[in-house]
């Protein structure tokens, strides 16, 4: 029993330590999520303070309203395409410098696109219900950073709100707001670099279904990971995360939150961070409101091997003392039996010369009566 209970504890502060490893991976994540927010945020408001692009959004407004709403028509369609080529060439600069992945220009009220510059061709289609940044954006004329799924791609995006001077009236106009979003990627790489960590996103398949266009789900993902129903958005260490997750599925005895599991020679731990996004992290951050997860991958090796020789060391121990108590016992049973079989040797002895007595006393009793007999044989004769 205290073999067994000196193990139990000895695993159980494994574990706690590998819990602790992945609190502190976790802090030193969304420290670089907050960093990246703000490079994204701080790209928005420079393009969106050029002069230029101010007035051409703003006529694109005005464009828009006139036509009809929506996508517009040929004049919201000249506006849009200069739009597009005052902005695009240093977007270019952009994207490969900060890996940026999105620039998006949004009308108010709400979220209407009217240009995304990553995708030019798509545009006209409101987003109120699934764009909460540029909503809330576009209420407040407040900055708003945050993870948020769109209808092409899912991404860390800063949106900021875009005004105009009216050339009539001279006054600042509220025209709508941009949003500069970038991918998981660089931040995982920079995470897995800086802390060597394996890092991944998975979404829930029923986020992506009810937020992307169906023909952009087919080209961004591959299959589903049917142990979380959920699909593979980046990771740092290619094919890992899907090998952790098939390990997870196997593994049903496990109720750690953070486990350990073997790739290739090496033991990691292993980490599932509930996901969420924008508009779920201002509320209640109910894990079942989830999106996805988070996941850390983290070298345990060294300490799985400590723990096993710990593990040996109070096994050899248990079983060291069982040859010992057993020795002890089997010492004691030889003594008792000894000592019995002395008690023994000298009651029958006891018993050996009480018999031996009683056999004299009957012998000598005998003896008498015979001369009692003779006696009295030889008084009758005479």
């Not at 002069?51 to 959004?57: I, K, T």
């Not at 006529?59 to 000249?78: D, P, T």
């Not at 006393?361 to 006696?375: D, E, N, P, S």
Request: one cysteine or more; a negative charge.
């Amino acid at each position: 029993m205290g073999v067994h209970y000196s193990i139990k504890v000895t695993e159980e502060t494994f574990y706690l330590s590998l819990e602790r490893d992945s609190e502190v991976l976790e802090k030193s994540f969304n420290g670089l999520l907050e960093r990246t927010y703000k490079n994204m945020e701080m790209i928005a408001t420079f393009i969106s303070s050029h002069h230029d692009v101010q007035q051409l959004f703003y006529k694109g407004m005005l464009a828009v309203q006139a036509e009809g709403g929506g996508a517009g028509a040929e004049s919201a369609a000249f506006y849009r395409h200069a739009l597009y080529d005052a902005v695009a060439p240093g977007w270019k600069k952009i994207q490969q410098r900060f890996d940026a992945r999105q620039l998006h220009f949004h009308l108010a009220p709400g979220s209407l696109s009217f240009l995304r510059v990553h995708r030019p061709e798509k545009y006209g289609d409101r987003m109120d219900d699934i764009r909460h940044t540029v909503v809330d954006v576009n209420a407040s004329l407040e900055p708003a950073l945050g993870f948020e799924t769109g209808r092409v791609y899912s991404g860390l995006r800063g949106v900021v709100p875009v005004f105009s001077e009216d050339s009539e009236t001279q006054q600042q106009v509220h025209v709508g707001a941009l949003e500069v979003g970038t991918s998981f990627n660089t931040v995982l790489k920079i995470f897995d670099e800086t802390q060597n960590v394996g890092a991944g996103i998975l979404l829930r398949r029923d986020h992506i279904a009810a937020t992307m266009w169906p023909e952009y789900i087919g080209e961004r993902f591959g299959d589903v990971i049917h142990s979380c129903d959920c699909y593979l958005e980046a990771e740092s260490r290619k094919g890992e995360l899907r090998r952790m997750m098939d390990l997870q599925a196997e593994d049903n005895e496990n109720h750690h939150s953070v486990r350990l599991y073997p790739l290739g020679e090496r033991y990691y731990g292993f980490s599932l961070i509930p996901l969420f996004d924008y508009k779920k992290s201002l509320s209640d951050k109910d894990p079942q409101n989830r999106i996805g997860y988070v996941a850390f991958w983290f070298d345990q090796t060294e300490k799985y091997q400590h723990l096993q020789s710990t593990r040996e060391r109070y096994l050899v121990l248990g079983v060291v003392g069982f040859l010992f108590v057993l020795s002890m016992m089997i010492l004691l049973v030889r003594f008792y039996i000894r000592h019995l079989r002395m008690q023994v040797e000298q009651k029958t002895l006891a018993l050996q010369e009480s018999i031996d007595q009683l056999n004299r006393a009957q012998k000598i009793a005998h003896l008498g009566a015979l001369a009692v007999a003779g006696r009295s044989k030889s008084a009758g004769i005479f």
